[in-house]
């Protein structure tokens, strides 16, 4: 399969929308500084995304970019598709020369696993990517918690031990 940086930096970056947009209008400075991805590409994406209708630009003073459609609705199908890019693990592009001007053996192997990547990402929204991000998130924190007990535990008995 070919999903090249342009289609993850989509996905991406249209999460970090999704996960800071109740916040108002999400800006893609503060995206490319986040994600790590640059300013420029994230503004070509960006064009492409509202033309497809996914995201919507809000100008001026606070402007940025929020959702077009619903959280629920937006699949990481669509994302990939918006940007232009293909899903595609076949050698051909789908054109059946795999072999000169003939296709290969397996051509249709190739062609049914396209089929079924796109059903996998057309079944995934980014409401799921959104729940699943904040999922990981809190367990990290009460990780992290659970650690600062146990760290300050331990730092109190050393001190009590060595007071003694």
Same mark, same amino acid.
């Given at each position: 399969?070919?999903?090249?940086?342009?289609?993850?930096?989509?996905?991406?970056?249209?999460? $970090?929308?999704?996960?800071?947009?109740? *916040? /108002?209008?999400?800006?893609?400075?503060? #995206? &490319?500084?986040?994600?790590?991805?640059?300013?420029?590409?994230?503004?070509?994406?960006?064009?492409?995304?509202?033309?497809?209708?996914?995201? $919507?630009?809000?100008?001026?003073?606070? *402007? /940025?970019?929020?959702?077009?459609?619903? #959280? &629920?609705?937006?699949?990481?199908?669509?994302?990939?598709?918006?940007?232009?890019?293909?899903?595609?693990?076949?050698?051909?592009?789908?054109?059946?020369?795999?072999?000169?001007?003939?296709?290969?053996?397996?051509?249709?192997?190739?062609?049914?696993?396209?089929?079924?990547?796109?059903?996998?990402?057309?079944?995934?929204?980014?409401?799921?990517?959104?729940?699943?991000?904040?999922?990981?998130?809190?367990?990290?924190?009460?990780?992290?918690?659970?650690?600062?007990?146990?760290?300050?535990?331990?730092?109190?008995?050393?001190?009590?031990?060595?007071?003694?």
């Amino acid at each position: 399969m070919r999903l090249t940086t342009k289609g993850r930096f989509a996905v991406t970056a249209m999460l $970090d929308l999704a996960m800071r947009e109740e *916040g /108002g209008p999400v800006t893609l400075a503060g #995206i &490319s500084e986040r994600q790590s991805i640059s300013l420029s590409y994230l503004e070509q994406l960006f064009g492409k995304l509202r033309r497809a209708e996914l995201v $919507d630009s809000v100008r001026g003073p606070g *402007g /940025g970019y929020t959702l077009a459609k619903q #959280i &629920s609705d937006i699949t990481v199908a669509d994302i990939i598709v918006a940007v232009d890019e293909p899903v595609d693990a076949t050698q051909c592009g789908g054109r059946e020369n795999c072999r000169g001007s003939q296709r290969c053996m397996t051509h249709d192997l190739w062609t049914n696993l396209n089929v079924t990547i796109f059903d996998y990402l057309s079944k995934v929204s980014l409401a799921s990517l959104v729940e699943e991000q904040h999922t990981k998130e809190q367990q990290a924190k009460e990780t992290s918690v659970v650690q600062d007990k146990r760290d300050s535990c331990s730092s109190s008995h050393a001190a009590v031990g060595s007071a003694l």
